[in-house]
């Protein structure tokens, strides 16, 4: 951190927070971390403030997990991170090549945090990791970032909402063509730039707004009894549909606007009496349409 | 069917390779080789192989290892491209031809020549002139091997070491060598195999001293095809064993 024009790089990020990159694949997150970093310079420059997990890590192939691991950290660290990763002492005796996706994309990661140098650029780092592993190394680097050391900072980028949206206290949105933020997450989810990113987020409707505008309808901004506080309700009928076999979604027909919305879900939920209306609580308003998927558009 | 067609296939394939090397082992005779071996001036021809050899291949080995790797790593795409088809020619100059223009290059009353003397170097017909024939010979075989060797390597392995702290040294010494060493052993074999069968330029700057090749060719002219034939076995003796051990080496190495 001694070098005042690579300072000025990580500007506008602060630090002790996690900063979510987010955009569909092949939106430029790789190349865009890359440049920030330097990494695309001829010659490559290596920030030494600077530790980068690639999307697509290559561990050494002749090393097993622990020999690399210290190579590049402390023991401490290595006892502090492994079991956090869930990387057991049998599998850091592992080389490389023994281990499933999974279990090789935690040893990158080990890898790259027990370097312990104060900006962590995170590329994809959990997409072969399962749900139950992810969302506790998640909570943990949001620990440690925020409590342990507030001083250092976080960039993780992902083409997962789901992995951004509650640990993430800044979001970057890229998609082909457009880029904009860091802006508070709270901020960018109300506000999807595109219709893209509102898909992303996980709207599945707009309804038009009678003031101009539309309102974007989130499942889980639905309810379907009565809630007092600010929103809209919607008349129309339910639909249970099946789309395979395990599969089924719900349908729901409002009259006015003449519109369907369609989610995932268990339509047993509901029991026997359909409602005949929901309420959706709160909705973003938007000045575009979201337009209907494919599927929606099939009768 | 198809396998045993495919093994059927691959002894063909391999007698006939193998042809001209089990007919040289067959004809030779232990009485042969026994009164050669008394011959101080093949004893001597075996020594300046080994020497010079020796020499040649640390020479090689020790400039064309960071040689490749400055090539796979530190140019483009493009320009390694170009480079490739430009060292293709060095590879394909007729040994013959490389020869005459050491020669000519070496001679004792060209500016090179003449330096070389006032070094106290004995530019041509000289270990030195056998050295620089033996390198020019078997460096492209080297360089293009172990290059294609580093340029088979994804280069992430190396920069995410390097993006976490580890100098350029530490990284090839850590990640690269132990990954390219197998190929660069398989480069090494091919160029003692080029220095050891060296005849084409030594028999032209290096005819003394005089090197097992070249001893040959004087043995047919002398003595005729019985004696080639036996000093022959001798040079694949020496030629091949170094080739066959690296690349069983190498066969060991990868299955660690």
């Known amino acids: ?299 | 069917m198809s396998r045993q067609f495919a093994r059927g296939f691959a002894l063909a394939l391999i007698l006939l390779l193998l042809l001209p090397t089990l007919i040289l082992v067959a004809e030779t005779r232990f009485g042969t080789l026994s009164v050669l071996w008394h011959q101080a001036s093949n004893r001597g021809a075996l020594v300046t192989t080994l020497v010079s050899g020796a020499v040649s291949l640390g020479l090689i080995v020790a400039l064309g290892t960071p040689a490749a790797w400055i090539l796979a790593r530190l140019l483009s795409d493009s320009s390694q491209g170009w480079i490739g088809a430009l060292l293709a020619i060095p590879l394909l100059l007729p040994p013959l031809v490389l020869g005459l223009v050491l020669a000519f290059l070496l001679g004792p009353t060209t500016p090179v020549g003449s330096f070389l003397g006032h070094l106290g170097i004995t530019p041509t017909q000289s270990l030195f002139s056998l050295i620089v024939a033996e390198v020019y010979e078997g460096f492209p075989y080297f360089l293009l091997t172990a290059w294609a060797a580093f340029r088979s390597m994804p280069i992430a392995y190396e920069e995410e070491a390097r993006v976490l702290g580890k100098s350029l040294i530490d990284v090839f010494r850590h990640v690269t060598w132990p990954m390219a060493r197998s190929g660069v052993i398989v480069a090494a074999a091919m160029a003692w195999a080029r220095i050891t069968g060296a005849f084409g330029a030594p028999i032209v700057v290096a005819y003394h001293p005089t090197g097992l090749p070249v001893a040959i060719w004087i043995a047919l002219e002398s003595y005729g095809l019985p004696s080639a034939l036996a000093l022959s076995t001798i040079l694949l003796v020496v030629g091949l064993p170094v080739p066959i051990w690296l690349n069983w080496r190498r066969r060991h190495d990868r299955s660690h």
């Open chain 1, 1 to 299: 951190m001694t070098d005042p024009i690579r300072l000025s790089r990580w500007s506008e990020f602060s630090p002790g927070m996690i900063h979510g990159v987010f955009g569909p694949s092949g939106a430029g997150k790789t190349t865009w971390l890359r440049h920030i970093i330097g990494l695309d310079q001829v010659p490559a420059q290596y920030p030494k403030e600077v530790a980068f997990l690639s999307q697509n890590p290559h561990l050494i192939p002749h090393d097993t997990i622990r020999q690399q691991v210290l190579w590049f950290g402390d023991p401490e660290s290595l006892l502090r991170w492994a079991p956090i990763l869930d990387l057991s002492e049998t599998l850091l005796d592992r080389y490389p090549g023994e281990l499933s996706g999974g279990q090789y994309q935690r040893a990158a990661l080990l890898r790259v945090l027990v370097t312990e140098r104060p900006i962590l650029v995170l590329d994809e780092p959990l997409s072969q990791i399962e749900d139950s592993r992810r969302f506790t190394i998640l909570e943990t680097l949001r620990t440690y970032i925020t409590t342990v050391h507030p001083d250092r900072l976080i960039i993780l980028s992902s083409h997962h909402w789901d992995d951004l949206w509650l640990v993430s206290d800044t979001l970057s949105l890229r998609e082909p063509g457009f880029r904009s933020g860091p802006h508070p997450t709270a901020t960018v989810y109300r506000n999807p730039p595109t219709p893209g990113f509102a898909r992303l987020f996980g709207y599945v409707a707009s309804i038009p707004c009678p003031q101009g505008g539309y309102w974007l309808v989130h499942p889980m901004s639905l309810t379907l009894e009565s809630h007092h506080g600010p929103g809209i309700t919607l008349q129309g009928t339910f639909q249970a549909a099946r789309v395979g076999a395990s599969v089924r979604q719900w349908v729901f027909h409002c009259e006015e606007p003449h519109i369907r919305l369609r989610w995932p879900g268990l339509p047993a939920l509901i029991g026997t009496s359909l409602p005949n209306h929901i309420r959706l609580v709160d909705p973003p308003w938007v000045p575009y349409r979201l337009p209907p998927t494919q599927e929606e558009e099939t009768p």
